[in-house]
């Protein structure tokens, strides 16, 4: 609650010369200090209380006998801050200023003076007072003789308005103050938010110079490992491929243990730059899927083919089941797949010393337009303790101190392998325990292609009619063949040993059902697949079923053109469905050679080939030349793409081995020029085909295989360049050439 400040009194200032006018405004504005007021306190006095009679404000009354005088008491009361409310003043005041001119003069000094101009009568007229003062509300006039309740009423009620006047303006006062204090916050703060905008827009920019930075220096990055990648492949190609080429010649033991040395280090220090420019292209979120058309089983089989050279010398069994009958035209990035797979297989392989490594893949669901697979790769290893396998998926991890040292690896593998099959949209996990093997497994998404453009496959195989036993020692082997040849309609039974196989023949044979095939293993303990295969041919009962050896692709099989042992057909390991589904076919029924795989890979390649090769390195040219002596060809080398076109406009080739980047002329502008020129009738390949261009780079970045493709090249083969993938390349042409053009 607030308390009430007591009423200040009014001060009121008369200003007349005749001073008895003076005694009479005291006497009416002033009562109590009349001596009416006396009786009625002495009435008080003796009979107690009267009725109070009503009372306005307190009067503090002053006099001034002239207009100056009265200037000067209104001078002092505002200087005191203590001004009059009212002034009375006479208008004839000789000799000095009359009351208009003091009126003028005193409004200078106090603005808010009530004035009352008391007259009797007077030189000016109202309107001549108006003219000198203004029209104002502050001038009252008053007529003598005046009455007192007039004098009273004025004076109450003028010092009210002055009273009512000034508490206004000292809240207006307030509220300006007010006002201004939050204007002048506001304006603080809008200093402050000016300044905090400037700062952002400071912040803002420079953070959008660091990205700029950022980006340059995020792609000199990736240019420089691709750069880095390509100058170290270049050397790399001329020390991998020499010390092939060395271990090829009479070497002693130690020499050779010493060279095997350089290629492996050599081999792993290659896995290593892939692994790295991989990791780092994740990491910059740089790693784009591509999608395109594949075929499942292909993918599974070349990659088994590719790690089973090492699987062999290891002398493990390396199986692959992709059950007949599922989707396997399918879209999606088969490059990434594969990535994922040759990590787990290679792992597999590393660690495991004795037993087999399976690949198994499983269509977990499927509609019209998409394929969920799951794929398990198996192991018979030294196994994962439970307790890092979580961690193995990290990037630099590996299960314990010494794997780097027994096995060699970065620890990079899973991780990529990890964020790869996260970005085919599935997961990847383990299951194993030391001493008792791994099983790796992971899923992903992939698309099906249209029906419609899936190329007219060759017509589901049957075998309906064919008895076919099938002999190996490994039940992997054994049951993903049973079943494969089953889902054919072929009549299949699997035995585990050359004993088993013959005893099974025989009991058909003699009951009137003998078989028609057997797939022999080539090796199996006892009794190998030759000892069998020459056994079953000495035995007239059974003799005239039909022998497919199975040979592991190292142990380097190269058939029997003699015939002497008895084998019909020969299939490599790990077994290639089309392969066999070729060897158990018609066609192989009549012609029986062995598929070219089961060659050496440095032997020569049966078929003629006239070979050009743009290569601008001296080394690489002469380790290419090397290379394909080997293989029984000698090329027409030259060392630019200007070259190359020039050699094709005036000699014919089957195929151009073709480097990238070469000086005057690329690969790719030398490509897209022979194309163009065999568009306009240029006839280059010996037997009036395009001629095919396999590109050989030492750019092993992702998307440059689809450069060379869609620059018109036929095939890619990256450096360093290893004898087996030359060859391979070679025979895949050859391969093709026997297909009808399209
Ligand atoms: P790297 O093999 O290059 O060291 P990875 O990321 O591929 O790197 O593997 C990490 C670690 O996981 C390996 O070092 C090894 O300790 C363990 N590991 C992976 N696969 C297997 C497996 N099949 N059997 C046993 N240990 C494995």
Redesign the pocket.
């Known amino acids: 609650m607030r308390t009430a400040e007591p009423i200040p009194r009014r001060r009121v200032l008369i200003i007349d010369d005749n001073r008895a006018i003076h005694e009479d405004f005291i006497k009416i504005l002033c009562p109590g200090n009349s001596p009416s007021e006396s009786l009625e306190k002495m009435e008080e006095l003796l009979f107690g209380s009267v009725a109070p009679a009503p009372r306005g404000p307190e009067f503090e009354i002053d006099s001034a006998y002239q207009g100056r005088e009265g200037l000067e008491r209104v001078q002092e009361a505002v200087a005191e801050g203590h001004p009059y409310s009212v002034a009375f003043v006479d208008v004839r005041m000789p000799p000095g200023w009359d009351g208009v001119e003091t009126t003028a003069r005193i409004w200078e000094v106090d603005p808010e003076l009530q004035i009352v101009l008391c007259t009797a009568y007077s030189n000016y007229s109202w309107d001549d007072m108006l003219v000198h003062l203004g029209v104002s509300d502050r001038l009252v006039i008053l007529k003598k003789p005046f009455d007192n309740i007039e004098v009273q009423q004025l004076a109450n009620a003028l010092s009210e308005k002055w009273m009512l006047g000034r508490k206004l303006g000292g809240q207006m006062a307030n509220l300006a103050a007010m006002v201004a204090e939050r204007t002048r916050d506001l304006e603080t703060a809008n200093a402050g938010l000016l300044q905090a905008n400037q700062q952002l827009a400071e912040a803002t920019q420079s953070a959008r110079e660091l990205a700029a930075v950022a980006t340059v220096a995020n792609e000199a990055k990736g240019e420089f490992l691709a750069n880095m990648s390509h100058e170290i492949r270049t050397p790399m190609n001329a020390v991998i491929g020499m010390t092939e080429l060395l271990l090829e010649t009479p070497l002693d033991d130690q020499q050779r243990d010493l060279m095997e040395v350089v290629r492996g280090s050599g081999k792993l220090l290659l896995t290593l730059l892939d692994d790295i420019l991989d990791f780092s292209r994740i990491e910059a979120g740089k790693l784009s899927f591509e999608e395109h058309d594949y075929d499942l089983r292909q993918v599974v089989e070349t990659t088994l083919e590719l790690l089973a050279p090492r699987a062999d010398a290891k002398g493990l069994e390396l199986v692959g089941v992709v059950p007949v009958g599922i989707s396997t035209h399918l879209r999606g990035d088969a490059g990434r797949l594969r990535q994922v797979l040759m990590?787990l297989v290679t792992?597999?392989i590393?660690?495991t010393d004795a037993g087999e490594v399976v690949v198994e893949v499983r269509v977990l669901s499927e509609s019209a337009d998409e394929v969920w697979l799951r794929f398990d790769v198996r192991?018979t290893?030294?196994?994962?303790d439970p307790s890092v396998q979580a961690r193995?998926f990290q990037a630099f991890?590996?299960?314990?101190g010494s794997?780097t040292r027994r096995y060699g690896?970065?620890?990079?593998?899973?991780?990529i392998a990890k964020r790869l099959v996260s970005l085919m949209q599935g997961d990847i996990g383990l299951e194993s325990s030391p001493g008792s093997g791994?099983t790796?497994h992971f899923t992903c998404r992939q698309s099906r292609q249209r029906l419609d453009e899936i190329p007219p496959a060759t017509p589901p195989e049957s075998f309906e009619g064919l008895r076919i036993l099938v002999v190996d020692d490994n039940r992997s082997v054994r049951e993903s063949l049973c079943s494969a040849l089953a889902a054919c309609r072929a009549t299949v039974r699997g035995v585990t040993d050359g004993r088993e196989a013959m005893e099974t023949l025989t009991a058909a044979a003699t009951a009137g059902s003998p078989y028609t095939d057997v797939l022999v293993d080539l090796t199996m303990p006892v009794m190998s697949g030759l000892e069998l295969a020459q056994a079953i041919k000495a035995d007239p009962g059974i003799a005239s079923v039909r022998i497919t050896l199975l040979a592991p692709i190292g142990k380097r099989y190269q058939g029997d053109p003699t015939g002497r042992e008895g084998i019909d057909a020969t299939v490599m390991k790990p077994v290639k469905w089309r392969h066999l589904c070729e060897s158990l076919g018609p066609a192989s029924r009549l012609a029986r050679s062995p598929v070219p795989s089961a060659r050496l890979a440095s032997t020569p390649l049966g078929f003629p080939a006239r070979i050009l090769l743009a290569e601008d390195n001296l080394v690489n040219q002469r380790l290419a030349r090397a290379q394909l002596r080997k293989l029984g060809y000698e090329p027409v080398i030259v060392s630019d793409g200007q070259e190359a076109v020039r050699a094709l406009e005036s000699d014919r080739f089957d195929v151009v081995l073709m480097d990238g980047q070469m000086p005057i002329m690329g690969g790719i502008e030398a490509t897209q020029e022979i194309r163009r020129l065999e568009r306009q009738g240029l006839s280059v390949g010996s037997d009036r085909r395009p001629v095919h261009i396999i590109a050989v780079t030492a750019s092993a970045l992702r998307g440059d295989r689809e450069k060379f493709m869609s620059a018109g090249m036929n095939d890619y083969i990256s450096k360093p360049v290893q004898l087996g993938e030359l060859r391979e390349a070679l025979v895949r042409w050859c391969e093709g050439r026997d297909r009808p053009v399209e």
Do not use: E, H, M, R
Request: aromatic content about 8%; proline content about 0%; cysteine-free.
């Open positions: 990590n792992n597999a590393k660690f192991d290893g030294i196994g994962i193995l991890t590996q299960a314990d794997t690896g970065s620890g990079l593998g899973l991780a791994s790796f």
